[in-house]
């Protein structure tokens, strides 16, 4: 039979203190002047965030620029097609024109994300730098629209890939 008494060898047992048994710690005039409290490891750790989020904002520019270049080449297409270059049918020039759609859709989210989360990474560097909290929260605000703007990408691109499949299987319903 196992040792539930406090100091006992059960792994799982709570603590002995418990919320009740602390006391407020005093709090100094530093920690309400408005200086931000990080220490150095923490100083660090943004600070490599913040390398990060400049790579990969400047991945998605770049992505952005692909995706502008096949844009340029979908409307080219597209414009072979009217003028009768190819022989097409008005049901490829409207996927052409959703594709392209499309393509600018999902640029202009790339570089709204790509703004957003330089701006963030800006933040966090100044809010370390000036040893201030306000940037810093400024930055956690800009990584939040971040994230949610990716979330709601995450949401069209999941529509986007299920929608055919109900369209191809409600097709063959019929038959």
Not at 106 to 113: A, F, Q
Request: proline share 3%; aromatic share 8%; net charge negative.
């Amino acid at each position: 039979m196992e040792d539930n008494s406090p100091g006992g060898d059960n792994p799982y047992q709570p603590p002995v203190e418990s919320a009740d048994t602390f006391t407020a710690a005093a709090v100094d005039d530093t920690a309400t002047s408005g200086k931000m409290q990080l220490s150095d490891h923490g100083c660090i750790v943004v600070q490599r965030l913040t390398r990060w989020m400049r790579i990969v904002s400047v991945c998605q520019y770049i992505a952005t620029g692909l995706l502008v270049v096949a844009g340029i080449f979908m409307f080219v297409l597209l414009s072979k097609i009217d003028t009768g270059g190819f022989a097409g049918s008005s049901a490829s020039k409207i996927t052409i024109g959703m594709s392209i759609a499309t393509i600018l859709l999902i640029g202009l989210l790339l570089l709204m994300g790509a703004r957003w989360l330089r701006a963030s990474a800006n933040q966090f560097d100044e809010g370390v730098l000036a040893n201030e909290e306000a940037p810093l929260a400024g930055g956690f605000r800009q990584l939040r629209v971040y994230l949610i703007l990716y979330g709601i990408y995450g949401i069209i691109n999941l529509v986007m890939t299920i929608l055919p499949l109900v369209w191809s299987k409600a097709a063959t319903w019929g038959n």
